[in-house]
């Protein structure tokens, strides 16, 4: 068995070589400019041409592709089912079935009609575009009979009826709602950092 990711030659340079360190970048455009100074028109236009190429090297954007790579790798065996996750490149390569439950998060939701998150766009088929919390299904399935603390400190079970088919069988067991809402947790937690953004495959940032 073979595992094959696409990437391209930028990517995999800097997978090979690692990232161009500040001195040596620094080091390259001052002998670009000094070597200018020799050269013929025709000279001088070529060089030009190279600086652009190197001014135009994005290696922040190089370093996140190459942490992206690795984070696929790394989450690449993951169950279908679901799972407890905690670290941010566990969200970022969730299961098709686990980027359900992760979109049913309303931080993560409010953020993605905001167009400020990711949101797994390429693979999560979003069935209430524009819904949020208590206006969401997938969310009332996982809230469903699930202690809320209100703002008087007194928890409150609520059953939403329309999480239950009409044979009375809910979709979620009790221990995957407390897993689906622990990792709400998580996925909160690295959102508040306003970094690298969970729901992005390419470790985009938020």
Not at 162 to 179: K, M, T, Y
Request: proline share 2%.
């Amino acid at each position: 068995m073979a595992n094959v990711i696409e990437c391209g030659g930028d990517l995999f340079t800097a997978m090979l070589h690692g990232r161009q360190r500040v001195e040596n970048r620094s080091f390259l455009a001052e002998r670009l400019d000094r070597a200018s100074d020799m050269l013929t028109e025709t000279g001088r236009k070529f060089m030009s041409r190279a600086r652009e190429a190197f001014d135009a090297f994005d290696s922040e954007a190089i370093e996140r592709g190459v942490r992206a790579i690795k984070r696929k790798l790394t989450g690449r065996w993951q169950e279908p089912d679901i799972r407890p996750m905690s670290s941010i490149g566990e969200f970022q390569q969730a299961s098709i079935k686990s980027q359900r439950w992760n979109m049913a998060d309303p931080v993560l939701r409010g953020l993605v009609h905001k167009d400020r998150a990711h949101g797994y766009r390429d693979t999560y088929v979003d069935m209430e575009p524009g819904s949020v919390g208590e206006r969401h299904t997938d969310y009332k399935r996982v809230m469903n009979g699930m202690a809320v603390v209100n703002e008087d400190g007194d928890a409150e079970f609520t059953t939403y009826y329309d999480a239950i088919d009409e044979n009375g069988v809910e979709e979620l067991q009790l221990d995957e709602q407390n897993i689906i809402i622990d990792n709400w947790d998580w996925q909160r937690h690295y959102l508040a950092q306003l970094q690298d953004d969970p729901s992005s495959h390419s470790n985009g940032s938020l």
